[in-house]
């Protein structure tokens, strides 16, 4: 019997659907392995956040989000890190980037709110005068009001709210009057 011969078309929609299973399989790969490492790098920052060396922490997570871009845990966690060394406005940005992830949990997103909060307010009392903080203060209050939507529970949120109030009750206080206006 004579083997038959494939027509050169055959063969090459062969060949052309093994290369796409080939280059397919292989981004696959490369993918998970960039998710492991910033898994990994992730991990490590934890351990060093935990034990108070923020620097190292924010080494690691900067390492796991040029691995994976978009591992929104190492953008939370580099905003907690950066906020504990006082860099205000870039944990802001970072928890601005955790907050663009659609499938977070409730719970998680009043986290992220919670914290940028922080940073706002922090940002604000930074300030020289209180009224140059008002806009910190007044992005706090609406952080803590969107958190306690997502987590109406939240005492340590609900006690912020008040403060961050009352920093801008302050910082609109010592606005300094438009010209022709009266007291």
């Keep these: 019997i004579e083997k038959e011969q494939l027509a050169p078309t055959v063969v ?5 659907y093994l290369s796409i299973i080939l280059i397919f399989t292989t981004l ?6 960039q998710s492991n490492v910033a898994r990994k790098e992730t ?3 934890n351990h060093e956040y935990k034990a108070k060396h923020y620097d190292k922490a924010e080494v690691n997570y900067r390492r796991a989000l040029h691995d994976d871009s978009t591992a929104y845990r190492a953008h939370y966690n580099l905003g907690n890190t ?3 060394q006082k860099k205000y406005d870039e944990a802001t ?3 601005n ?4 992830y659609p499938d977070l949990n409730g719970k998680t997103r009043s986290r992220i709110l919670h914290n940028r ?9 930074d300030k020289e005068n209180r009224a140059d903080g008002m806009k910190e203060f007044q992005n706090a209050v609406n952080d803590y009001q969107e958190a306690l939507k997502l987590n109406p529970k939240s005492e340590d949120t609900r006690y912020n709210l008040s403060y961050a109030k009352k920093m801008l009750q302050q910082a609109q206080q010592q606005q300094p009057l438009q010209s022709g206006q009266f007291q």
Excluded: D, E, I, P
């Design 82 to 84: 950066l906020y504990r």
């Design 117 to 125: 909060g922080n940073s706002y307010l922090k940002a604000g009392l």
């Design 93 to 95: 940005q970072h928890f």
């Design 28 to 33: 696959t790969v490369t993918a998970a392995a």
């Design 97 to 100: 980037q955790a907050l663009q």
């Design 12 to 16: 090459m929609k062969r060949l052309l």
């Design 43 to 45: 991990r490590k920052g």
